[in-house]
């Protein structure tokens, strides 16, 4: 095995084993990165010689026998819309273009604190509004398993990152599935967390109420590994729950699902989905019950029939009133105008983007008097009608299997043939957004045109430990992703298609 297919976890014993060194590792992703970047474009900045340093540090400590963290000398890779200190963080806007922010984001600091070698920042859509990555200010990220298509969105950068091997992790933000579908597109493990396991503190915010900082990886051990790093009280963020958080390593210890109840959605027509992916929820349903578990049909109909138009209303009313602080003069670029109002026209008119300047009209809309009423306040009260939905569901059911996506992962350039297939394809990620649940995305292996399948588990909001403990039992039964070659479409052959 070459050691930029190795697991986070495989990564961090042979460094301290010393096995091999986190400056080899380091080089061996950046290789890779250098050799297939040309055709992703995945990584909006690199930074080689800091990760070079961080590295030479990590094997120095280790030399002189000294302590180091869980993740000591392992790559990784944060989306470009998590604060790094001296370090250009543009989320992908170009009112952000040269932006250098004066202090890290909370996870960043854990993820060094816990030796983690900080490799760039990847790409997303435009202030992670969008569902493909091509609202980018670098243009499109391709998918690594095949590059005539998508990557997800947003977070498609961090997710091309792990599936293409330049590191073993990657930090997204999924606000409503932007990592949980990428993740499901490129074939790798991500998991959104429950609404307030992870600081937002430093997250350049696209909806507060739902933003969450969500770890990607080809492993479930290693979202679990992440997640012990990132889930921890933060007095920054006063969203961010104070409690003391479970051993989430020792969750995924679980030896099979011997007296779990699991709900498999049932409330779709075959039909209104691609067959392969409404296949994959049945493969999954017949694992559950191999390794034990009690599987029953379920259904959601509020959150299908409401949840994409309640995830919109919400999220671009928060939107519009977050990214009223990109005015010219406080962050990022500025434009001149004759009065004070121009000037904002000006700015905010030539630096955000289409889909970004989109939304935060409809969002200002939203919150204007009278559609307030008609809209945003009914949307306040779906969204708790959604949450005792689940919460009814919760009292029948361990966890819930669900698709992440719809469908397959779009050909680039869908976005402007078929936009609004863009906005329903978040159907089965923004209902568990909006009532803050735990999803996982789990990969199931490859079809047989070597297109990655999947399904989302969904747990009780704060069991994310128990999530990540029923992901890992299945995980054992359906195999981890490999590492792509980007422009290598892998044909699997019959017989070895997704478990
Ligand atoms: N696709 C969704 C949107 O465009 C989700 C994005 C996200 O989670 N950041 O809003």
Not at 4 to 12: D, G, I, P, V
Not at 69 to 98: H, M, Q, W
Not at 176 to 191: D, H, K, W
Not at 304 to 325: I, P
């Given at each position: 095995m070459e050691l930029y297919e190795l697991s986070a976890k495989e990564t961090a014993d042979g460094i301290r084993s010393k096995k091999f060194s986190a400056i080899e590792v380091t080089e061996a992703c950046l290789a890779r990165a250098d050799k297939f970047e040309g055709n992703?474009?995945?990584?909006?900045?690199?930074?080689a010689d800091a990760a070079l340093a961080s590295a030479r540090e990590i094997d120095a400590r280790i030399a002189r026998g000294e302590s180091v963290g869980p993740l000591a000398g392992v790559p990784y890779f944060a989306k470009d819309n998590f604060c790094t200190k001296g370090t250009r963080t543009t989320c992908s806007s170009k009112i952000l273009e040269n932006w250098l922010p004066t202090y890290n984001a909370s996870a960043i600091n854990y993820m060094n604190d816990a030796g983690a070698v900080m490799m760039g920042k990847t790409n997303l859509d435009e202030f992670a509004?969008?569902?493909?990555?091509?609202?980018?200010i670098i243009g499109p990220t391709k998918n690594?398993?095949?590059?005539?298509r998508v990557p997800g969105g947003s977070s498609g950068g961090s997710a091309a990152s792990v599936a293409a091997g330049y590191a073993p992790i990657a930090l997204g933000t999924d606000t409503g599935g932007s990592v949980r579908q990428p993740a499901c597109f490129c074939g790798v493990q991500g998991m959104k967390p429950s609404?307030?396991?992870?600081?937002?503190?430093?997250i350049l915010a696209y909806a507060s109420s739902l933003d969450q900082v969500s770890p990607l990886a080809r492993t479930v051990e290693d979202l679990a590994i992440s997640m012990e790093v990132l889930a921890r009280p933060d007095?920054?963020?006063?969203?961010?729950?104070?409690y003391d958080r479970p051993r989430f390593t020792e969750a995924i210890?679980?030896?099979?699902?011997?007296?779990k109840k699991i709900g498999v959605f049932?409330?779709?027509?075959?039909?209104?989905?691609?067959a392969e992916l409404y296949g994959a929820l049945q493969k999954t349903a017949g694992h559950c019950r191999d390794a034990g578990a009690v599987v029953e049909p379920m259904d959601l109909p509020i959150a299908v029939k409401y949840g994409v138009a309640t995830y919109y209303v919400t999220a671009l009313a928060d939107a519009s009133s977050k990214l009223?602080?990109?005015?010219?003069?406080?962050?990022g670029s500025h434009l001149d105008g004759q009065t004070l109002n121009e000037m904002y026209v000006n700015t905010r008119t030539a630096c955000f983007g289409e889909e970004v300047r989109r939304r935060i009209i409809l969002g200002t809309c939203l919150l204007t008097e009278g559609f307030y009423q008609n809209y945003y306040g009914p949307a306040l009260k779906v969204r708790q009608r959604m949450v005792d939905e689940f919460d009814e569901l919760f009292g029948r059911f361990d966890a819930y299997i669900l698709p992440?996506?719809?469908?397959?992962p779009y050909r680039i350039g869908m976005k402007e043939t078929d936009p609004n297939r863009l906005y329903l394809g978040d159907i089965f990620t923004v209902p568990i957004s909006l009532a803050g649940l735990p999803g996982i995305n789990l990969s199931m292996g490859l079809n047989a045109d070597g297109l990655p399948l999947s399904v989302q588990l969904v747990g009780q909001r704060y069991f994310d430990a128990e999530l990540l403990g029923i992901a890992s039992v299945l995980e054992r039964v359906m195999g981890k992703p490999r590492v792509a070659t980007p422009g290598?479409?892998?044909?699997?052959q019959k017989g070895e298609e997704a478990k």
């Amino acid at each position: 095995m070459e050691l930029y297919e190795l697991s986070a976890k495989e990564t961090a014993d042979g460094i301290r084993s010393k096995k091999f060194s986190a400056i080899e590792v380091t080089e061996a992703c950046l290789a890779r990165a250098d050799k297939f970047e040309g055709n992703v474009n995945a990584i909006i900045t690199l930074t080689a010689d800091a990760a070079l340093a961080s590295a030479r540090e990590i094997d120095a400590r280790i030399a002189r026998g000294e302590s180091v963290g869980p993740l000591a000398g392992v790559p990784y890779f944060a989306k470009d819309n998590f604060c790094t200190k001296g370090t250009r963080t543009t989320c992908s806007s170009k009112i952000l273009e040269n932006w250098l922010p004066t202090y890290n984001a909370s996870a960043i600091n854990y993820m060094n604190d816990a030796g983690a070698v900080m490799m760039g920042k990847t790409n997303l859509d435009e202030f992670a509004m969008g569902s493909s990555t091509e609202n980018s200010i670098i243009g499109p990220t391709k998918n690594p398993r095949d590059l005539g298509r998508v990557p997800g969105g947003s977070s498609g950068g961090s997710a091309a990152s792990v599936a293409a091997g330049y590191a073993p992790i990657a930090l997204g933000t999924d606000t409503g599935g932007s990592v949980r579908q990428p993740a499901c597109f490129c074939g790798v493990q991500g998991m959104k967390p429950s609404y307030g396991q992870v600081s937002r503190y430093g997250i350049l915010a696209y909806a507060s109420s739902l933003d969450q900082v969500s770890p990607l990886a080809r492993t479930v051990e290693d979202l679990a590994i992440s997640m012990e790093v990132l889930a921890r009280p933060d007095p920054h963020d006063t969203t961010c729950d104070a409690y003391d958080r479970p051993r989430f390593t020792e969750a995924i210890e679980l030896p099979d699902l011997k007296g779990k109840k699991i709900g498999v959605f049932e409330g779709f027509e075959s039909s209104q989905m691609d067959a392969e992916l409404y296949g994959a929820l049945q493969k999954t349903a017949g694992h559950c019950r191999d390794a034990g578990a009690v599987v029953e049909p379920m259904d959601l109909p509020i959150a299908v029939k409401y949840g994409v138009a309640t995830y919109y209303v919400t999220a671009l009313a928060d939107a519009s009133s977050k990214l009223a602080c990109y005015d010219g003069m406080r962050y990022g670029s500025h434009l001149d105008g004759q009065t004070l109002n121009e000037m904002y026209v000006n700015t905010r008119t030539a630096c955000f983007g289409e889909e970004v300047r989109r939304r935060i009209i409809l969002g200002t809309c939203l919150l204007t008097e009278g559609f307030y009423q008609n809209y945003y306040g009914p949307a306040l009260k779906v969204r708790q009608r959604m949450v005792d939905e689940f919460d009814e569901l919760f009292g029948r059911f361990d966890a819930y299997i669900l698709p992440t996506s719809p469908s397959l992962p779009y050909r680039i350039g869908m976005k402007e043939t078929d936009p609004n297939r863009l906005y329903l394809g978040d159907i089965f990620t923004v209902p568990i957004s909006l009532a803050g649940l735990p999803g996982i995305n789990l990969s199931m292996g490859l079809n047989a045109d070597g297109l990655p399948l999947s399904v989302q588990l969904v747990g009780q909001r704060y069991f994310d430990a128990e999530l990540l403990g029923i992901a890992s039992v299945l995980e054992r039964v359906m195999g981890k992703p490999r590492v792509a070659t980007p422009g290598v479409v892998e044909k699997t052959q019959k017989g070895e298609e997704a478990k």
